[in-house]
């Protein structure tokens, strides 16, 4: 987890300095062991947070550089992934509890990615949006039939 916390952290030294193509490979880097670490550290608080930190944060640079498709590819995607632990029972329950805690939050992102950017043909079928409907009439977070 030492390295990808020193990674993360150097992505974001060269987000701040504008050193746009250095951030997006640390983040990749960041991303590839956060995707080896989910399922394998012992701590699944941390290992769920660096996957989502990861995503997000390479999410955050695509919108920088003016690609909100990519984000939009980011935030589905890490999405999804907390969906899919979710419904693994194989995976450890600790792990799964705190995927389903994450995932309000992946959702609430992606949300808000849609409110401010618009609907992506990824977003629309993640989210079930029939093509042809608006995505303003997506259902406020707060609502308990999202996480059963």
């Known amino acids: 987890m030492e390295y990808w916390k020193r990674t993360i952290e150097a992505g974001n030294r060269s987000f701040h300095s504008g050193d746009w193509i250095e951030a997006r490979e640390l983040y990749l880097q960041a991303l590839a062991q956060a995707q080896m670490l989910l399922e394998r550290w012992p701590d699944a608080d941390q290992a769920v947070a660096a996957f989502v930190v990861s995503h997000h944060n390479l999410a955050d640079l695509h919108l920088m550089l003016g690609q909100p498709e990519e984000t939009a590819e980011n935030l589905c995607t890490c999405h999804e992934r907390l969906l ?65």
């Open 84 to 148: 899919q632990v979710l419904r693994d029972t194989s995976l450890p329950e600790a792990l799964r509890d705190v995927a389903l805690r994450h995932s309000r939050c992946t959702y609430s992102s992606l949300l808000q990615f849609i409110q401010e950017h618009g609907a992506y043909p990824r977003t629309d079928r993640l989210l079930g949006i029939v093509p042809g409907h608006s995505s303003r009439a997506l259902p406020s977070t707060s609502g308990s039939r999202y996480y059963h």
